[in-house]
């Protein structure tokens, strides 16, 4: 299970006697979040780059650990390291990022060094006075396009932030939030390909970006932004309107849907708005990202008929295999799988117009601030299941819209499983009243979101956008179960719901 690296690292993981580290590595990565190793075997882990931040109180490594899963596929993740020694109350303050070590053979504590403040404020020295770390396979380049701005307040208030996403993310006092990347790709990085194309086509609704590290060549480990005073992350924003609503139809009960959506529209009218501003905030990005600059790889190109066709024969592939899976969940998708078919048959020889695109990739509630300005654009890396070419794809805007679409649907889903049974009757009681909340919030993006492209031509006509959005919906939420049914089972109802209700619709 343990691979060979060369003997450059083996020196420096000897040298600081935690040689024969890489199984408790793998077996550290494989309960984070970020690992996506949940229902995956390891059959190869391997340290395949290294070098040595700090020597002593604490020994900081920077590695790169290569881990190959039985389904052929390798992942290269970011995973600094940190030892200190045994009874430091490190093990007390972060225990989460702990990574079990038998003290009997090296008396030492072996940490994630992400967790560890003494790290952070490296990284922050290091992009500041724009270092290079040579490594034992490369470098890694820190840059800052203004070091000055770069103060990062006071270091005592590090605050990891406890959220269920691809990287680790810091808020450093109240001036920096640093995002440790995780999964390290080679190649291009969509991260900062449109991060950088929406700040260069002055696109405002963006975290500023206040400095970088990359590994050789453009891979990005760290991104610095300035922290975001007064900001609600949209999921905390839409779930606070759904616990006030369901608070509400707890005292009411059974109501019809007229009456429900009634309900929605008196009491939710701030949520409603909010909806309206987001739809015309993602159309502004999509304009944007449709001027990219010619014979870039942000250049867009036609919608063609051949990319209907092919979006079709993909979506009905990625049911197929999710429905090859053994899992009895599946069962009731199985009982339509025709039906789900034909809504991906629906594009075929559709009027193409329109424009193929970069895109988000993965927008949802959770990947949107509100501030005093407005609603920001977090995280640009595409969805984590996906791969890397396939996150840099051009395609329609529709797609991201139709991710935005079905955050509503989770978050109404989602606020009943935090308030009672999801079988229960008051949760069957309170579906009603959340559909109608998703509804109502998706009618108003949608037409918002219309209203701000305007006559631009970036869509096909309105009957075949419609047609095509739809698609990508059912598209998303067959992505959704597969998800779900690797890192949270419990939740696979919540996009299976969607899929049963529209096909038998």
Request: net charge negative; aromatic share 6%; proline share 6%.
């Amino acid at each position: 299970m343990i691979g060979a690296h060369d003997a450059a690292v083996t020196g420096i993981l000897r040298h600081h006697r935690i040689e024969g580290c890489e199984e408790a590595l793998g077996a550290y990565i494989a309960r984070q979040r970020w690992g996506g190793a949940q229902g995956r075997t390891m059959s190869m882990i391997a340290i395949v780059d290294a070098a040595v931040i700090s020597e002593s109180a604490p020994v900081l490594i920077h590695t790169l650990t290569a881990v190959t899963f039985t389904d052929g596929q390798t992942t290269r993740y970011a995973l600094p390291l940190g030892i200190r020694r045994v009874g430091d109350p490190i093990a007390e303050r972060m225990p989460d990022f702990i990574i079990p070590w038998p003290e009997a053979a090296h008396p030492i504590v072996l940490y994630d060094a992400v967790g560890d403040s003494t790290y952070i404020e490296w990284l922050l020295d290091a992009v500041r006075e724009q270092r290079v770390l040579p490594t034992t396979s490369g470098t890694v380049r820190f840059s800052s396009p203004n070091p000055e701005a770069l103060d990062t307040g006071t270091l005592s208030s590090v605050r990891h932030l406890r959220v269920e996403q691809s990287n680790t993310s810091v808020e450093v006092g109240d001036a920096i939030f640093l995002k440790h990347l995780r999964r390290v790709e080679t190649g291009a990085s969509q991260e900062l390909e449109m991060s950088d194309a929406l700040e260069a086509a002055g696109f405002k609704h963006l975290a500023p970006m206040l400095g970088r590290a990359v590994v050789d060549p453009a891979a990005p480990l760290v991104l610095v932004q300035r922290f975001l005073h007064n900001s609600t992350e949209g999921w905390a924003l839409a779930l606070t309107s759904l616990r006030d609503l369901y608070a509400n139809a707890e005292s009411i009960g059974h109501a019809d849907p007229a009456e429900r959506r009634a309900m929605v529209d008196e009491q939710d009218a701030a949520f409603l708005a909010e909806s309206m501003r987001l739809g015309r905030v993602i159309a502004e990005m999509h304009l944007a990202l449709a001027a990219g600059a010619p014979g870039t790889a942000m250049s867009p190109a036609p919608l063609t008929e051949e990319s209907l066709n092919n979006w079709a024969n993909t979506m009905t592939g990625e049911l197929d295999r999710l429905l090859a899976r053994d899992e009895p969940a599946l069962d009731p998708l199985r009982d339509v799988r025709d039906a789900v078919v034909a809504r991906f048959d629906q594009i075929r020889g559709l009027s193409p117009g329109g424009l193929l695109t970069r895109i988000h990739g993965d927008l949802h509630l959770g990947q949107l601030l509100r501030i005093d300005t407005g609603w920001v654009i977090l995280d640009f890396e595409g969805e984590p299941d996906r791969t890397a070419a396939e996150r840099r794809q051009l395609s329609s805007p529709l797609r991201d819209v139709a991710a935005m679409l079905r955050s509503f649907d989770y978050a109404a889903a989602a606020a009943i499983i935090e308030r009672t049974a999801p079988d229960s009757a008051e949760a069957e009681i309170l579906r009603g009243y959340g559909e109608a909340w998703a509804d109502a919030n998706r009618d108003a993006f949608w037409s918002s979101y219309l209203e701000a492209i305007g006559s631009q031509p970036i869509l096909p006509a309105p009957g075949p956008s419609l047609v095509l959005r739809r698609a990508f919906e059912v598209q998303k939420a067959v992505y959704e179960i597969g998800y779900e049914l690797g890192h949270r089972p419990a939740w696979v109802p919540i996009p299976l719901r969607f899929l049963l209700r529209g096909a038998n619709s």
